[in-house]
């Protein structure tokens, strides 16, 4: 069983930014994938980035490339979102996301709100 925490989501204005943390704990397959889901109002859930832990490749969703970056610190078992010139659009309640190609595991969800 995997159990994810996410921490640093908030409030921040236009052009802000934010990084999100998720630490991973629990017994892993050797080979899976970490990243980001957000979910807006009204909205399905959506894959905003991810990272293989193996090797580091990694993949982003259009409306985020050049502003968001995914990064990992496999000693620590965590991964990040660092988010960049944040815009409103970007508000959402964002999930962490382990898939370890037979099971997704997914974290609690933190809340990040870009004011205009």
């Known amino acids: 069983q995997v159990h994810l925490v996410e921490s640093g989501g908030g409030l921040v204005q236009a052009g802000g930014s934010l990084r999100l943390s998720c630490a991973a704990s629990?017994?892993?397959?050797?080979?899976?994938?970490m990243g980001w889901y957000r979910q807006a109002p009204g909205k399905e859930r959506e894959s905003v980035a991810a990272?293989?832990?193996?090797?580091?490749?990694?993949h982003y969703a259009d409306s985020v490339k050049g502003r968001f970056t995914i990064s990992r610190d496999i000693a620590r078992n965590t991964v990040y979102l660092q988010m960049n010139s944040l815009q409103p659009e970007d508000t959402a309640i964002y999930f962490c996301?382990?898939?370890?190609?037979?099971?997704?595991?997914w974290g609690q969800g933190t809340r990040v709100t870009v004011s205009s």
């Open positions: 990272i293989w832990w193996s090797g580091g490749a990694t």
């Open positions: 629990g017994r892993t397959a050797s080979n899976y994938a």
């Open positions: 996301n382990l898939d370890d190609l037979t099971v997704n595991y």
